[in-house]
């Protein structure tokens, strides 16, 4: 499904560019800065936490919702910063076109520009070495069709549009899959922090916690798999 004219282009208030469906009236990020958002909730609260906690070799990330490739990129400037070995597999239902890819101003921000359209312009559904420190495989399907690997992600960036949009993401079926597919000690970051959202996780098993949210939003949720 072609979305591109669904999309509207949107500055942040911390300078980052973000999109709009103006068919869902949803943001891809929190209007208070689609960088600042991504670097607590994901980067901050989920990667640095973990890499802290567990240094290995090698970290396995999986991604719901690719999006902009925000997410990825940030990741891959954490795994060059901290001479880290990151595989990242990601799933997105509606892939971006080229011209909205280059109206996104995160390459220039953070200045990676060039790793930002790689990661854009590698094959889908295939793993490809971005750089040594930079694995990633994007899956162009829906999240909820795919039978992930078992016991080999170590952390899981929830980033699907609200439940409100994508409900069967948020339900018990979906987590106890990505349950299954983390190694034990993973864990899960979501910006949701919905009352049937943290049901569906504990179902699943997962022991949850509440955490600051980035400006503009009070909590965020952060799920292990104990
Ligand atoms: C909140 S946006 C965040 C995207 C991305 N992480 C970013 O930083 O740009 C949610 C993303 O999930 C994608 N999405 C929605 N439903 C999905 C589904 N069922 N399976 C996979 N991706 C989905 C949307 O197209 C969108 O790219």
Redesign the pocket.
Known sequence: MD?SKELEIIITEDGSS??R?KDLG????STHG?IAE?EHI?INSGLRYFHKQHPKKRINIL??????????ILSLDFAISQNQEIYYE???????NDDIISSLNYGKIIGKEEDFLKIHSVAWNKEVEINKNFSLKKID?????INYKEDFFDII?F????PA??E??WQETMFSKLYASLKGKGILST?CCKGDVKRALKSSGFIIEKLPGPKGKREILRALKP
Request: net charge negative; proline share 2%; aromatic share 18%.
């Open positions: 979305i973000s999109l469906r949803e943001g891809y990020h689609a991504s994901f991604e719901i919702g690719f999006g902009t490739g925000l997410n990825a990601t799933v997105e239902k509606y892939p971006l399907s829906s999240a909820e069709e960036y980033d699907a549009f609200a949009f994508e069967k993401l910006y």
